[in-house]
């Protein structure tokens, strides 16, 4: 079985943006970052979340950082940002795998801004669309230097794996 009506909520339980078609995404997550405001992101006390539906059963998480999970493209797991971790959990809800530290960048931003004065954090998680036209899920890596830095990368879900980098950006 699959994931169905998967949703962002907020803390009144109005729906903020549904993820409606699998295979063309019409979420854009920087609109719905805009749309949840910085409230959604708040580590502890935050009243938002994410739901979905399988076997007719409501599945709910409470107090995640919302526009950082996603299903896998397969819609049969959810990525979920719990604020002290990230993990991958079954269609059912149950915890699959927490997801090691993140890894250490590969793009030519860590020789270019140097070493890390903070620890690394994973980000905003979500289908990307690659060069190629093929789908991905894409996983931002976070870290400071002198510079915020972020690696974004493809991510496989089933085998926690990170490949090639998709973007990089330093502010």
């Known amino acids: 079985m699959k994931i169905t009506n998967y949703q962002w909520y907020d803390a009144n339980g109005i729906v903020i943006n549904v993820f409606e078609d699998p295979h063309n995404p019409i979420i854009s997550f920087q609109q719905l970052d805009m749309n949840i405001g910085n409230k959604f992101g708040a580590r502890s006390g935050c009243e938002y979340g994410i739901r979905w539906m399988f076997n007719d059963k409501e599945i709910v998480f409470k107090n995640v950082w919302g526009s950082r999970c996603t299903p896998n493209l397969t819609m049969d797991k959810v990525i979920i940002n719990h604020g002290d971790y990230v993990a991958v959990h079954d269609a059912d809800g149950s915890l699959l795998q927490k997801l090691p530290y993140p890894p250490e960048p590969i793009s030519n931003l860590k020789n ?43 991510f496989n879900p089933d085998t926690l794996e990170f490949g090639e980098v998709l973007s990089t950006s330093a502010d």
């Open 112 to 154: 270019e801004f140097g070493g890390y004065e903070y620890k690394r954090e994973y980000m905003r998680c979500y289908w990307n669309k690659k060069k190629n036209g093929e789908w991905c899920i894409a996983m931002e890596i976070w870290w400071r230097s002198w510079r915020f830095c972020t690696e974004t990368r493809e």
